[in-house]
């Protein structure tokens, strides 16, 4: 590799700091230095045709020669500061303008860190700021980037020759930073080939970027990303602001075929992020990407409150989970998660659904898990899913209204054995849980031993449980429980009027619903207004193809025992 215009090789105990300024021409004033044939293509690709080649050499497993490399060696450009198999390196107070290359580079390094810099390399592909590469034990924080390309970059060795030399990047530390513009603000990849983990980055800003948060690398490339941490982020005026893709292809290359798991095949397992604001990303609040024969592992999302022209669009994952996340999309449904194994999510919600789309569409996600979540006024459609699949998702939790009002869950469809929801509209799923008025406010249901739906909490009027075939159980007990006065007076049971017409409660409470033969079309129990006290409780066993509805106001209990 070049020599860089500051730097050292097998050094100790380096300090590199200072008030001042340290200047070089743009990335454009080297390209014209440099000239044919080191210069971009229109593809993006910073390799002169001797390193090109000499990539797909290496790649294929030919002899290289002494030769080849120096000649290739010659179209590389150099790094602005590169420390190179380094130990206890301070880098500090500086202020870097422009630059051929990686700004600030750390290469098979050890106890390094990299504070209070001012870094202006933009504009100009390849220019990363800080670039800790196969290094570990390092520490970055406190620092300013505005770079024409990637703010702060783990690497660790790329493709054939990366896994050959096979040497991780691990332990770092990224903290109090701001990155305006870049294309990714903190990147990890897409040079993975040793590995990646042990990362932590927090309390930090993304602002004109095109990615904040970004975990991406390619077939073929190879290596382990693990055990990453992203906590306390604000991003504004992003393309995305969370990715994690096993797609990535940079300027000169091709996108990748499906190939069988082995060495080459990319790992994503054990990443957190959480607590991040995302407002008006260009393009996605959270693109997750993984591959259908390595999914992405076990990825947390927790606290995400984002605004995009599309929301959280994730595939092929494995124990994805999404807790406390409230994102906003122009189009699109606002979580749209398909071919996800062991999807758990928690407190999900969309700040201004849209007309038409619902706020979750699960697509191939058998087994799923939602609780806790709600719907604001305005929601059509809350779940949506493929036929079939809607008796395997499971629904459960309660959602206190002290936390926040007019919150809504949908119900455990797995407390309905043996039922078929749907609707025949085109734009939709085959199914769905339907409010008469749409104005579905606060349902939220759990897990009982027998029956899988527990309790429901409704919090506007006329929530209708109904599916195209009916609510079909063998028998069940059903209570409804108010904890505030919502309805005027006690209830009772009127087995004559519950045969044959869709109100059954009258007058005193407790009662019981005899086994009657239930109308296809009026439910068996209807509790309206003033029709059930606060106390009110109504027991009873519910025959096949039962329908239920009632007017409901805020803290009502419904239970299927």
Same mark, same amino acid.
């Given at each position: 590799?070049?020599?860089p215009l500051?730097?050292?090789?097998?050094v100790?105990?380096?300090?590199?700091?200072g008030?001042?300024i340290l200047?070089?021409?743009?990335y454009?004033?080297?390209?014209?230095?440099?000239?044919?044939?080191?210069?971009?293509?229109?593809?993006g690709n910073?390799?002169?045709?001797l390193?090109?080649?000499? &990539? $797909?050499?290496?790649?294929?497993h030919?002899?290289? !020669?002494?030769?080849?490399?120096?000649?290739?060696?010659?179209?590389?450009?150099?790094?602005f500061?590169?420390?190179?198999r380094?130990?206890n390196?301070l880098v500090?107070?500086v202020?870097?303008?422009?630059g051929?290359?990686?700004?600030?580079?750390l290469?098979?390094?050890?106890?390094?860190?990299?504070?209070?810099?001012?870094?202006?390399?933009?504009?100009?592909?390849?220019?990363?700021?800080?670039?800790?590469?196969s %290094?570990r034990?390092?520490?970055?924080?406190?620092d300013? #980037?505005?770079t024409?390309?990637?703010?702060i970059?783990?690497k660790?060795?790329k493709?054939?020759?990366g896994l050959?030399?096979?040497r991780?990047?691990?332990?770092?530390a990224?903290?109090?930073?701001?990155?305006?513009p870049?294309?990714g603000?903190?990147?990890?990849?897409?040079?993975?080939s040793g590995?990646i983990?042990?990362v932590?980055? %927090?309390n930090?800003?993304?602002?004109?970027t $095109?990615v904040?948060i970004?975990?991406?690398n390619?077939?073929?490339r190879?290596?382990v990303?693990e055990?990453?941490?992203?906590?306390?982020?604000?991003?504004?005026d992003?393309?995305?602001?969370?990715?994690?893709s096993?797609y990535y292809?940079m300027?000169?290359e091709s996108? *990748?075929r499906?190939?069988?798991?082995s060495?080459?095949?990319?790992v994503f397992?054990?990443?957190? /992020?959480?607590n991040v604001?995302?407002?008006?990303a260009?393009?996605?609040?959270?693109?997750i $990407?993984?591959?259908p024969?390595?999914? #992405?592992?076990?990825l947390?999302?927790?606290?995400?409150?984002?605004?995009?022209?599309?929301?959280?669009?994730?595939t092929?994952?494995?124990?994805?989970?999404?807790?406390?996340?409230?994102?906003?999309?122009?189009?699109?449904a606002?979580?749209?998660i398909?071919d996800a194994?062991?999807?758990?999510?928690?407190?999900?919600t969309s700040?201004h659904?849209?007309?038409g789309?619902p706020?979750?569409? &699960?697509?191939?996600?058998?087994?799923?898990i939602? =609780?806790?979540?709600?719907a604001?006024?305005?929601?059509g459609?809350?779940?949506?899913?493929?036929p079939g699949?809607?008796?395997?998702?499971h629904?459960?939790?309660k959602?206190?209204?002290s936390? =926040?009002?007019? =919150?809504?869950l949908?119900?455990?469809?797995g407390?309905?054995?043996?039922?078929?929801c749907?609707?025949?509209?085109?734009?939709?799923?085959?199914?769905?849980?339907?409010?008469?008025s749409?104005?579905?406010?606060?349902?939220?249901s759990g897990? !009982?031993?027998?029956?899988?739906?527990?309790?429901?909490?409704?919090?506007?009027?006329?929530?209708?449980?109904?599916?195209?075939?009916?609510?079909q159980?063998?028998?069940?007990?059903i209570? #409804?429980?108010?904890s505030s006065?919502?309805?005027?007076?006690?209830a009772?049971?009127?087995?004559?009027?519950?045969?044959?017409r869709?109100t059954?409660? %009258?007058?005193?409470?407790?009662?019981? &619903?005899?086994?009657?033969?239930p109308?296809?079309?009026?439910?068996?129990? =209807?509790? *309206?207004?003033?029709?059930?006290? %606060?106390?009110?409780?109504?027991?009873?066993?519910?025959?096949?193809?039962?329908l239920?509805?009632?007017?409901a106001?805020?803290? /009502?209990d419904?239970?299927?025992l």
């Open positions: 590799m070049p020599q500051i730097g050292g090789t097998d100790e105990n380096v300090t590199i700091t008030r001042g200047i070089t021409g743009d454009a004033a080297w390209a014209r230095a440099y000239g044919a044939p080191p210069l971009p293509d229109a593809s910073a390799n002169g045709p390193w090109q080649k000499l &990539l $797909e050499k290496l790649e294929a030919a002899p290289v !020669s002494e030769a080849e490399y120096h000649a290739a060696g010659k179209e590389l450009r150099p790094s500061i590169c420390l190179t380094a130990k390196v500090e107070n202020r870097i303008e422009g051929p290359m990686f700004i600030v580079h290469l098979y390094s050890e106890n390094a860190t990299v504070r209070n810099l001012i870094v202006h390399s933009y504009p100009g592909p390849h220019t990363n700021g800080i670039v800790a590469d %290094s034990f390092v520490r970055i924080f406190n300013y #980037i505005d024409g390309d990637d703010g970059v783990i660790a060795g493709d054939a020759d050959r030399v096979n991780p990047s691990e332990d770092v990224i903290a109090n930073c701001t990155v305006h870049a294309h603000a903190v990147v990890i990849g897409s040079e993975t590995s983990r042990n932590v980055a %927090s930090s800003t993304a602002v004109d $095109e904040g970004r975990i991406k390619r077939r073929g190879g290596g990303m055990d990453v941490r992203f906590d306390n982020w604000t991003m504004e992003v393309g995305k602001g969370i990715e994690v096993s292809v300027g000169g996108a *990748t499906p190939e069988a798991v060495q080459r095949t990319p397992r054990n990443i957190a /992020i959480s604001t995302i407002r008006a260009k393009k996605a609040v959270a693109d $990407e993984g591959l024969e390595m999914p #992405i592992q076990s947390w999302l927790q606290g995400i409150v984002g605004s995009g022209a599309t929301g959280l669009l994730a092929w994952t494995d124990d994805l989970e999404l807790h406390h996340a409230e994102v906003t999309a122009q189009r699109g606002a979580f749209a398909a194994a062991n999807l758990e999510m928690d407190d999900i700040a659904p849209l007309t789309e706020v979750i569409r &699960l697509a191939r996600s058998p087994g799923a939602l =609780r806790n979540s709600h604001l006024p305005g929601t459609v809350f779940l949506s899913t493929e699949d809607l008796r395997t998702i629904l459960e939790g959602r206190s209204a936390r =926040r009002p007019r =919150r809504a949908m119900p455990r469809a407390g309905l054995p043996g039922s078929a749907g609707t025949k509209s085109a734009s939709t799923a085959q199914w769905l849980l339907q409010v008469l749409g104005a579905l406010h606060s349902v939220s897990q !009982s031993m027998h029956r899988g739906l527990r309790a429901m909490q409704i919090c506007r009027p006329w929530w209708i449980i109904s599916c195209e075939n009916a609510i159980w063998s028998r069940g007990m209570r #409804i429980r108010s006065t919502l309805f005027g007076s006690s009772r049971v009127s087995p004559s009027r519950c045969e044959s869709s059954c409660v %009258s007058t005193t409470t407790p009662s019981v &619903l005899p086994n009657a033969t109308s296809t079309t009026l439910p068996v129990l =209807r509790a *309206t207004p003033g029709s059930v006290s %606060s106390s009110a409780m109504v027991s009873g066993t519910l025959p096949p193809k039962s239920i509805s009632f007017f106001a805020p803290e /009502i419904f239970a299927l």
